[in-house]
Every structure is written in structure tokens, then in C-alpha cells.
């Protein structure tokens, strides 16, 4: 049985003031998530477009507060990690610095720190900087696991890249978290995998990306083992799914995974850009053991704000629970095949 790819079309109808108030209806449709079965709307904007968001002023006023992050500060201003688990109080790969968070969000809550530049554009975010914040996060999560298997039995990675994605601070960092329980989302998409190898015998993410390969529109591309797809449930703007073929956890990514990885995402990163996008949130979402019924998978969504002081989170998705985009996936797909052509 294939994965489903449920959409539905809803009419809304009022009297436009724009067209002498005749009656008008309007379209959105209704999305699926193929594996989570959650709901995404597709709203109709159509032409929707973002303005150029010049961060100068917000980078400037950071460094003139201090930031913890920068060199000759980050020794003083971070904490160390107990020397039972960390021996130094930190971990170093490359250019990237995992430090503790000072306000933990798990049992193991690792800041990592990507480098020594304070700002750095999507316009132009090195691939090694990416090379070095990924390796220095398993790493981390490595060490937590092999501490308190138990107490760090979910590892996750997360990236908010700048404040319109929560990044409350403008140096590059990423989190790399391990608990005892996985989050909301993390949970779902495990419980739904073996739900669906169970039912099914197959692996959803291996069914997803045969199928989404198979008809054309959102599959992007491969790189090695990596599948990049436009999603076809977005739960935001420019939303792509990453799948890790033939892995399922992060201890089984080779060095050339995470290069190409890396260098796919500093291309993304560049799409980001010619968008307006000002920020994203990155999640990686691995299994905790190895597994048949899971793949690695990824997923990353471009935040901004509406008309330049909305947020674009609101009760919809935060209390509702729905998502919504502004974009069918098909465009955004065909917009970024483009841009990598170019």
C-alpha cells in the first residue's frame, strides 16, 4: 500500500469591496503530511514576495552589547560541561565550540558554536562552518549516550538561524539536545514509521522518496544517499524535506554524507536568500538505535515577518495546531530547481 497524498479543495465566499462587492469565493486546499497525516493549508497568495531584510543595525547592536560567542569572550562568559562527561568542559571539531546551555532545554543541552565570525549571511554561509557545527553535535551527542544511555536515549539537532527563528543570539550556533523522551514532532514521526513498516512492511521515508522520485514535482534532487524534496504538507515557507537513504541514525553518517550534505544546504541557503528569506529553522530527526522501519530525515522552513512586524507564527499553528504556506510546493520546487540550474 503507497503512502497517501491526500489534498481537498474548500470554498470560502463574501462580497469583495475590491470588485463592487460581488459575490466572490475563494479556494484553499487542504493538505496531508504522507507519513504524520498532519494538516497544512495553502493559502492564496499569489504573489506573495518578501522585502529585503537588512540585518546591519541588529548585528551592529549585538556586538555593542557583547556577545558571549566571540573569541577572546566565549572562554570567560560559557560554562563547562562536568568533567565526567566532557573532559576540558568542551568539545572542539574544526572551527565549531560546544559549550552547556545555560538554560538547558534537555538532560544534554549543547550550544555549538560554529565558528569565530560573529554575523555570517545566508547569502554566503561557508560549507565548512556547516562541516564543523554538524560534527561537533554528534560528537557531543555521541558522548552524552555513551554517559547515561538511558537519560540521553533521543538525540535531535536544531538550528534558528536569527531572531525571526528564535535565534535570541546573532553569532552561529546550533542546538544539539538528548533526553529521555523524544519531542512531540520527533515522537510522531518514529511512532508513524513503525506503524506504517508494521502495516505495510515497507520503510514510509524509502516509500516517500520512490514515490515523490516517481512523479516529478517535488523531488529536487539526490546527492550520494541524500534526497532533498519540496514537502508536499509544508508547514511553512520554502519548507524542504532532507532523507538520509539507507540511515537511521546519526552515528551511521559518514564524513562524504555531511559534506554533501553541507554543500546542498549552503545552495538552499543561497535560494533562501534570493527569496528575501531573512531566517530558518533547521531540525534533524534521527532514530535512537538503529532501526528498518525509520530513515534519518530532516527539515527546514524560512521564517520572516508579514508586512515587516508580523510574526509568522500564529494561533493557527502554535494553538490550532494546523500549518499553513503561502506557496504550493510545486512552485517552490520548480523556483529552486531553477535557481540551482542558474
Known amino acids: 500500500m503507497p503512502l497517501e497524498f491526500l489534498r481537498e479543495i474548500r470554498q470560502s465566499f463574501f462580497q469583495d469591496p475590491r470588485n463592487g462587492f460581488q459575490e466572490t469565493d475563494v479556494q484553499t486546499e487542504i493538505r496531508h503530511d504522507p507519513i504524520t497525516g498532519e494538516l497544512t493549508r495553502l493559502f492564496p497568495f499569489r504573489r506573495f514576495r518578501l522585502n529585503h531584510h537588512d540585518w546591519a543595525s541588529v548585528v551592529k547592536a ?14 570567560k562568559a560559557t560554562p563547562l560541561f562536568p568533567e565526567s562527561l566532557i573532559p576540558g568542559g568542551r568539545i572542539r571539531s574544526g ?3 560546544v559549550v552547556p546551555n545555560i538554560s538547558p532545554y534537555a538532560p544534554y543541552s549543547g550550544v555549538v558554536v560554529m565558528g569565530p565570525e560573529h554575523y555570517l549571511p545566508l547569502s554566503d554561509f561557508p560549507v565548512e562552518r556547516i562541516v564543523d557545527g554538524l560534527n561537533a553535535s554528534i560528537e557531543f551527542l555521541c558522548r552524552a549516550r555513551e554517559h547515561n544511555p538511558s537519560n540521553a536515549h533521543f538525540p535531535a539537532i536544531g538550528w534558528n538561524y536569527m531572531p525571526y527563528a528564535g535565534g535570541s543570539i546573532i553569532h552561529p550556533h546550533m542546538q544539539a539536545l538528548a533526553g529521555p523522551e523524544a519531542s512531540n514532532r520527533h515522537g510522531l514521526l518514529l511512532t508513524r514509521s513503525q506503524t506504517y513498516h508494521t502495516e ?20 529536487l534532487w539526490q546527492t550520494g544517499g541524500i534526497h532533498w524534496l519540496s514537502s508536499f504538507a509544508s508547514r511553512g515557507y520554502a519548507d524542504l524535506t532532507v532523507v538520509f537513504d539507507g540511515k537511521s541514525t546519526l552515528n551511521e553518517l559518514t564524513a562524504v554524507d555531511i559534506q554533501h550534505f553541507a554543500q546542498d544546504l549552503h545552495h538552499v541557503l543561497r535560494f533562501y536568500d534570493s527569496l528575501n528569506l531573512p531566517s530558518f529553522n533547521l531540525a534533524i530527526y534521527p532514530a535512537p538505535e538503529p532501526s528498518l522501519d525509520y530513515t534519518l530525515n530532516a527539515r527546514i522552513v524560512g521564517r520572516f515577518t508579514v508586512f515587516d512586524w508580523t510574526s ?6 502554535l494553538l490550532f495546531g494546523d500549518f499553513y504556506t503561502l506557496t504550493r510546493p510545486e512552485d517552490m520546487a520548480a523556483a529552486l530547481r531553477s535557481f540551482i540550474a542558474s
Open 200 to 219: 505495510t512492511g515497507h520503510n514510509p521515508w524509502q516509500d516517500l522518496v520512490t514515490q515523490e522520485r516517481g512523479a516529478g514535482e517535488r523531488h
Open 312 to 317: 509568522d507564527i500564529n494561533t493557527l499553528q
Open 95 to 97: 572551527q565549531a565550540l
Open 62 to 75: 549585538s556586538q555593542e552589547k557583547g556577545c558571549p560567542f566571540c573569541p577572546g569572550i566565549i572562554e
